[in-house]
Nanobody, 126 residues
Framework: QVQLVESGGGLVQAGGPLRLSCVAS????????VGWFRQAPGKEREFVAA????????YYGDSVKGRFTISRDNAKNTVYLQMLSLRPEDTAVYYC???????????????????WGQGTQVTVSS
């Protein structure tokens, strides 16, 4: 089993950047697809981005395409989410999660992810 810890959240003004990190420990990190999800108060947990095992394949939710970039460093057991041009509607708790799935079609689904971190709060002020 892998354990995940997110960091890098905080308060930022609209239009500003923020970079989140997800550090993994435990089993071989490079075996897993890693995704970022977010959940705002009163809303469903939403897919943000995912990255495949090698890092060559990345996938994004429509609301963040062109603004967010997911990357990974398997040597450091870390996945990053670089967020640019942040908007108040990006305010949420952001979670990273791992999936053993090799089916690209599942990467946007919460059900494909078996391990979750505790989340990090991102607040964007207008």
């Amino acid at each position: 089993q892998v354990q995940l810890v997110e960091s890098g959240g905080g308060l930022v003004q609209a239009g500003g950047p923020l970079r989140l990190s997800c550090v993994a420990s435990g089993r071989i990190f490079s075996y897993y697809v890693v995704g970022w999800f977010r959940q705002a108060p009163g809303k469903e947990r939403e897919f943000v981005a995912a990255i495949n095992r090698s890092g060559a394949g990345t996938y994004y939710g429509d609301s963040v395409k062109g603004r967010f970039t997911i990357s990974r460093d398997n040597a450091k057991n870390t996945v990053y989410l670089q967020m640019l041009s942040l908007r108040p509607e990006d305010t949420a708790v952001y979670y990273c999660a791992t999936s053993p799935s090799s089916n690209v079609g599942t990467y946007t689904s919460r059900a494909a992810y078996t391990t979750w971190g505790q989340g990090t709060q991102v607040t964007v002020s207008s």
